[in-house]
C-alpha cells in the first residue's frame, strides 16, 4: 500500500508480493533530488529491513524521467560547509544502504538519469532502461563534484578510461549506449519498462532468499570498505565546488537551460 502524509511526499513506497518499489514522486521538476527528498529516500530505504517480507526493492521515478540530478534552484539555499556535508552526508548514506541491503535492489530508469540521478541507478544492484533514457554525469559543468562511490563505481563497470570521458565531458549516452558499455543491465520498448521491470522483480523475488543476499554480499565483495575512503574523498570535493566562488554564476546558466543536473 502506497504511504501517503499531509503534503505530498517527495518519496512514496509500495509492498506487493514482495516487491518494495520505491517511487521518486517529484515528476514536475523531473524527480530532481532535494535535501528532503534524500532524507525521504534514506528513510524508505531503512524500512527494507524492518520488512521480513521484502524479496527486492525496485526504484523508480514518477513520470517521464527517473531524477534529472539536483535541483539547482533548491541548492541555491545551502549556504555552509555543514548544511553541504550533511546533503552530501545523506547522498552516501542512500548508496550504503543500497549496497547493504540483503536484496536485490532495481533501478527503473525511463527519460532523464542525469548527475545524482544516474549515480542513484549506477549504486543498485540492477538496471532495466526504456530506449529513450538518457544517462549522464555532467557534474562538471554546473561546478559539482560527483558523489555516491561514483569515482570507485564508474570506473569499477566501465574502466578507468571510460569513466575520465564521461565525467570530464559529461556527455548524455543513450540507453543503447549505456548498455553497451555496461552500465545498463536490460533495454526494453519505453512503453513495456513498467511490465518488464515488474517480470524482472518477480523472477528475483522468486530466488532462495539466503543464497540471493550471500551472492549480493559475495560480489560486492571487499567493495564497501573502498567504497568508505571514495564517500570521503567525494564529500571534500563535493563541498569544495559547491563552496568556489563561480559555483553560482555556471549554475545560472544551467538553470536558464531549464533542465536540472
Do not use: W
Not at 505530498?8 to 533530488?33: D, F, H, K, Q
Amino acid at each position: 500500500m502506497v504511504q501517503h502524509s499531509p503534503q505530498e511526499p517527495s518519496v512514496t513506497t509500495a509492498l506487493e508480493n514482495g516487491v518494495y518499489a520505491i517511487t521518486l514522486n517529484r515528476p514536475a521538476s523531473l524527480n530532481a533530488i532535494t535535501p528532503g527528498l534524500l532524507s525521504e529516500l534514506v528513510v524508505a530505504l531503512s524500512d527494507v529491513s524492518s520488512h521480513g517480507d521484502v524479496r527486492v526493492v525496485v526504484i523508480s521515478g514518477a513520470g517521464r524521467s527517473f531524477c534529472a540530478g539536483f535541483d539547482l534552484k533548491v541548492d541555491q539555499g545551502t549556504a555552509n560547509e555543514f548544511e553541504l556535508a550533511a546533503k552530501v552526508e545523506l547522498l552516501h548514506d542512500v548508496t550504503r544502504s543500497i549496497r547493504r541491503a540483503q536484496v536485490p535492489v532495481i533501478a527503473s530508469v525511463r527519460g532523464h538519469a542525469l548527475g545524482a540521478g544516474a549515480e542513484l541507478a549506477l549504486c543498485c544492484d540492477l538496471i532495466i532502461a526504456s530506449q529513450g533514457a538518457r544517462i549522464g554525469f555532467p557534474e562538471v559543468d554546473v561546478n559539482l563534484s560527483v558523489t555516491g562511490g561514483i569515482s570507485t563505481l564508474l570506473p569499477l563497470a566501465v574502466g578507468l578510461a571510460k569513466a575520465k570521458e564521461l565525467v570530464l565531458l559529461g556527455d548524455h549516452l543513450s540507453a543503447a549506449q549505456a548498455k553497451d558499455l555496461h552500465l545498463v543491465n536490460f533495454l526494453v520498448d519505453d512503453d513495456s519498462l513498467d511490465e518488464e521491470t515488474q517480470r524482472l522483480a518477480m523472477r528475483l523475488a522468486g530466488k532462495p532468499a539466503f543464497s540471493m543476499a550471500v551472492a549480493k554480499a559475495t560480489l560486492n565483495g571487499a567493495a564497501p570498505g573502498d567504497l568508505e575512503t571514495a564517500y570521503a574523498i567525494e564529500s571534500g570535493y563535493a563541498i569544495a565546488t559547491q563552496s568556489s566562488e563561480d559555483a553560482g554564476a555556471r549554475r545560472g546558466d544551467v538553470q536558464g537551460s531549464g533542465l536540472a543536473q
